[in-house]
């Protein structure tokens, strides 16, 4: 019996990496690519513009902005700065499989250093990237929040705030899970300014996307699991 428990033991061990992986390249922001000081490169992801500041910024993990841990885990977190009526950020295509359902997630933390209106979204394309499904309308949103509404009113952050414990934008994507149409899914991450003097900053950390597992795939190890114990047994 002990050699069947061993069994299944080994192969749950090697069916879970399939599902437990994170496709995203440097989706914990830990690879540096910017600077403080000019608009820079966050490696594994895209910039999709280039207005005043897009950058990967490092930061002790023993540090502290206002109030809250910064970044959330690791030594770097993604951040933009960005004032004067700007909108942009980051991008990444990850390749998937036609059928099999990815569930976004991250954390992120807004801080506003000057009047509203300042925002951050986050959402995901089924398919290849497209600028005009991400600044034209908001159907592949999944998540926004406002500066000074992130994450309770009136007040900025005092820690980070996990995406998926937020709701989903009304008229936007409705979930975080999505069954892939094609070979391709884009992460994005937009940051935006209406403000024509103020400017804002946002961090992000730990994004992740992940393959669901399915459960008849669970089932089918479990019965046969089954089926194999019943056989040992009728031996005995």
Do not use: H
Request: hydrophobic share 35%.
């Amino acid at each position: 019996m002990k050699k069947v428990v061993f069994v299944l033991a080994l192969v749950l061990a090697l069916a879970a990496p399939s599902f437990a992986a994170n496709l995203l390249v440097n989706g914990d922001f830990e690879a540096a690519g910017g600077s403080m000081g000019a608009p820079g490169t966050t490696p594994g992801w895209t910039n999709w513009s280039n207005g005043y500041g897009n950058r990967t910024q490092g930061v002790k993990g023993s540090d502290t902005y206002n109030g809250g841990s910064d970044p959330r885990s690791g030594q770097l977190a993604w951040t933009c700065y960005c004032k004067s009526y700007y909108s942009g950020g980051i991008y990444q295509e990850v390749t998937v499989t036609p059928g099999v359902q990815y569930k976004l997630d991250g954390w992120w933390k807004g801080i506003s250093d000057n009047a509203p209106p300042f925002w951050y979204e986050v959402g995901m394309i089924n398919g290849p990237w497209n600028l005009s499904l991400v600044d034209g309308g908001i159907t592949t949103t999944i998540w926004k929040q406002e500066a000074q509404l992130f994450p309770n009113p009136n007040t900025n952050p005092a820690d980070y705030v996990q995406m998926s414990t937020q709701p989903f934008l009304p008229g936007g994507l409705g979930t975080n899970i999505i069954t892939a149409t094609s070979n391709k899914i884009t992460v994005w991450i937009k940051v935006g300014s209406g403000n024509a003097s103020g400017k804002t900053r946002v961090r992000v950390d730990d994004m992740t996307l992940e393959p669901v597992p399915e459960p008849t795939g669970i089932l089918a190890v479990l019965t046969g699991f089954a089926g194999l114990v019943g056989a040992v047994r009728r031996r005995r």
